[in-house]
């Protein structure tokens, strides 16, 4: 592993400037019939991001995304607006996308990283956008950064070479395409490891990156950890002369096996590093200096091999050096947390009940308050001041907006998609409490389609969520959008069941090792409750779900007793003795299905492999669509092409589509909009009657 990094060249590129007509900007046209919510619509919408305070409190620094679907991509572009909402203003417009903006300066000057010509790298503007300009010119770009608090250094994150080539073990090969692998861990989610990420420091003057060290010399560990970590691993303390980091220093098998990631502290000085969370067994994650200097928190699991353990909030003395659970008497997980400006609280944001609230917790007691709710997700947290938080807010029927909170008084301040959403009837939600086979009550979400009328009755879909522990709260998602499906004349039923965060650790612990159990009674509970009512199509009924939801159709296609007359299962478990070898994350599969299949005493391991879906394909009914990313490598494609296979074998119409260049999740614009028209084509021929015709397979040439 090379732990160097090199500087390149004396400019940031030689690209040429970018074109006027390949910038992405905000569609002026949408396609609206009947006040329609479409997925054209879902692709018109403006996605609010990562809003940043100016260190005087008066303005707020935002993102906001567009996707063109002629150029199968999307864009990012930098947005300023007063702390009240007004003034709005759009401070890049370029072909490549701008984000991880930082003030600096006083408030003068705006950071950011840009790959305006190619190398993600980092730029410097005036704030009010103008006079920007590349000032880093890192070999393997920029994938984060942090500029110390008295503005003399800057933290980056950016990849170092990992895994061996073909023509490092034989240079007199250099053509020969393989990958020489000699351990575990040598893929995630989306990719070949080849590289990983390391954090380096060096000088930072405003104008210029120089002298960059490698924390991690000459160690082959991630920093942040792939595949999702990112610069809320990394933090400086307030006299800047400290950095945490988090990484899991395992590689190969141990890694493999868990999640037992720690945070260090690493003095700028000397070089000397030390591990702030040594003898916790599972995740330790993102560190944050309290602003005046006295702690440090962090998120922390317990279990090592969990990873989806409740999240505590840890604090330590920095002092002392004496740590304390924050959160050891509330019984929830906390998501995202931020230090109030007086450092005397935190505030943090956690699923409780179905929805995402803003909470506060005081250090001093650990009292804990909640500062904002309602039937909404809450996104963001970037304190103003001791009393003003600016945050985001979503729920299943509106996209992000940036909102502030102060003395319980919430207001709207950005208005990205108002007039998009003012043009489309959305569906009605409601909060359903239903009760479960083993004399629990469920909270179940119900979208009802727009100009719902009792008096007629409407097909229905069980919505399954993957995870298998995200929570089910009013999430809006891109993908897998409920107010959508909704929208297309479906009752759309989304039952938080067991195995999902909000509703205390037992009910979320309870679906590891019991994967065909009590979850899958709770989806089967729901149903059955909605069939009840008179508006419900008890005849066309289908079940759609990703990836553990995938899992989940697969496993209720032959459990359901003739409840579905449909199913559409993406990027699902099939074959759980495959997928336990398939996986790169053995830690998920010991824990939540104990073991290997080979272990033939273990017990918990028996009973998961043998309830897995396939070994019911002969009572599958019910015709299934099947889609995969055959880039996904947390659940290979050949799970869904078994699954296809069976399911045409035993003569159940199905269909396959297959992404050849998507991972886990469909993406691309073009690629979203082919699977939204593939998914409502599948639901409306069985649930509603309505065939659309396909060409044919074979089409000989004219």
């Not at 003068?108 to 956008?129: E, F, L, R, T």
């Not at 699991?301 to 999240?311: A, I, V, W």
């Not at 492999?609 to 394909?617: L, Q, R």
Request: hydrophobic residues 35%; glycine residues 8%.
């Amino acid at each position: 592993m090379a732990s160097s990094l090199l500087m390149v060249g004396t400019s940031c590129g030689s690209k040429a400037d970018n074109t006027e007509e390949n910038v992405i900007d905000k569609p002026v046209h949408v396609k609206i019939e009947d006040r329609q919510y479409s997925a054209d619509v879902l692709q018109a919408f403006g996605r609010v991001s990562s809003p940043v305070v100016s260190p005087d409190g008066s303005k707020i620094l935002y993102g906001i995304s567009y996707e063109s679907v002629e150029q199968n991509k999307s864009n990012n572009d930098l947005y300023l607006m007063n702390i009240d909402g007004s003034d709005p203003k759009r401070l890049t417009r370029t072909e490549g996308s701008e984000g991880n903006a930082a003030w600096f300066d006083g408030g003068k000057k705006i950071a950011y990283i840009s790959a305006k010509y190619g190398s993600p790298q980092i730029w410097v503007m005036n704030a009010d956008g103008s006079d920007a300009k590349c000032i880093s010119t890192v070999e393997n770009g920029v994938e984060g950064f942090r500029i110390s608090p008295d503005e003399k250094k800057i933290l980056i994150i950016s990849q170092v070479k990992y895994q061996r080539t073909a023509s490092d073990v034989y240079p007199d090969l250099p053509k020969a395409n393989a990958r020489i692998i000699d351990d575990m861990m040598y893929k995630h989610w989306n990719e070949w490891v080849t590289e990983i990420p390391h954090p380096y420091v060096g000088d930072f003057n405003g104008n210029d990156v120089s002298n960059l060290k490698d924390l991690l010399a000459d160690e082959p560990f991630e920093a942040p950890m792939k595949p999702f970590g990112g610069i809320e691993s990394l933090a400086w303390s307030p006299d800047s002369k400290k950095i945490a980091y988090v990484s899991r220093k395992k590689t190969g098998k141990e890694y493999s096996l868990s999640t037992n990631s720690d945070i260090y502290i690493y003095d700028v000085e000397s070089g000397a590093t030390t591990n702030l969370t040594e003898g916790n067994g599972g995740y330790d994650t993102n560190p944050a200096y309290s602003p005046d200097g006295k702690y440090i928190a962090w998120l922390s699991m317990e279990n090592d091999g969990y990873e989806s353990d409740k999240n505590r909030i840890f604090i330590a003395d920095l002092a002392t050096g004496h740590k304390t659970d924050l959160t050891s008497d509330w019984d929830y997980t906390a998501t995202d947390f931020a230090w109030n400006t007086d450092s005397k609280s935190i505030y943090f944001i956690a699923p409780y009940l179905g929805c995402c609230p803003i909470f506060s917790v005081q250090i001093d007691n650990k009292e804990i308050k909640t500062v904002a709710e309602g039937t909404f997700d809450y996104a963001a947290l970037a304190p103003a001041d001791a009393s003003t938080l600016i945050t985001m807010r979503h729920s299943m029927v509106q996209p992000n907006e940036i909102y502030s909170v102060k003395a319980g008084e919430i207001t709207k301040l950005s208005d990205v998609n108002s007039e998009l959403l003012a043009a489309v009837d959305m569906p009605t939600v409601v909060n359903r409490q239903v009760p479960t086979t083993d004399g629990k009550m469920m909270t179940t979400w119900v979208l009802y389609p727009p100009k719902f009328d009792a008096s007629k009755k409407y097909p229905a879909i069980l919505y399954c969520q993957g995870g298998p522990q995200s929570a089910v709260s009013q999430f809006f998602s891109y993908r897998w959008n409920v107010a959508l499906m909704a929208a297309q004349g479906y009752i759309v039923i989304c039952p938080n069941r067991r195995g999902l965060p909000g509703f205390g650790t037992e009910w979320n612990a309870q679906i590891s090792k019991d994967y065909g159990g009590q979850n899958m009674r709770d989806y089967l509970a729901a149903v059955d409750d909605m069939k009840k009512e008179a508006y419900v199509d008890a005849d066309h009924i289908g079940a759609v779900g990703a990836s553990y939801g995938g899992f989940s159709v697969y496993w209720l296609a032959g459990h359901h007793e003739g409840r579905f007359a449909c199913l559409i299962a993406h990027a699902g478990i099939f074959n759980m003795e495959a997928q336990y070898l398939e996986t790169e994350e053995m830690w998920f599969a010991n824990w939540d299905m104990g073991g290997a299949f080979w272990e033939k005493n273990n017990k918990a391991a028996q009973n998961t492999f043998a309830t897995s879906p396939h070994h019911f394909v002969d009572k599958w009914t019910a015709p299934i669509l099947i889609t995969h990313g055959e880039y996904d490598f947390r659940i290979l494609s050949s799970q869904g092409e078994m699954a296809f296979n069976a399911a045409r074998l035993n003569n159940i119409p199905a269909e396959m589509v297959i992404f050849p260049d998507e991972c886990h999740w469909i993406q691309k614009p073009q690629n979203a909009l082919l699977w939204q028209r593939v998914f409502f084509r599948w639901l409306d021929k069985w649930l509603k009657g309505i065939d659309y015709q396909n060409p044919p397979l074979y089409q000989p040439t004219k």
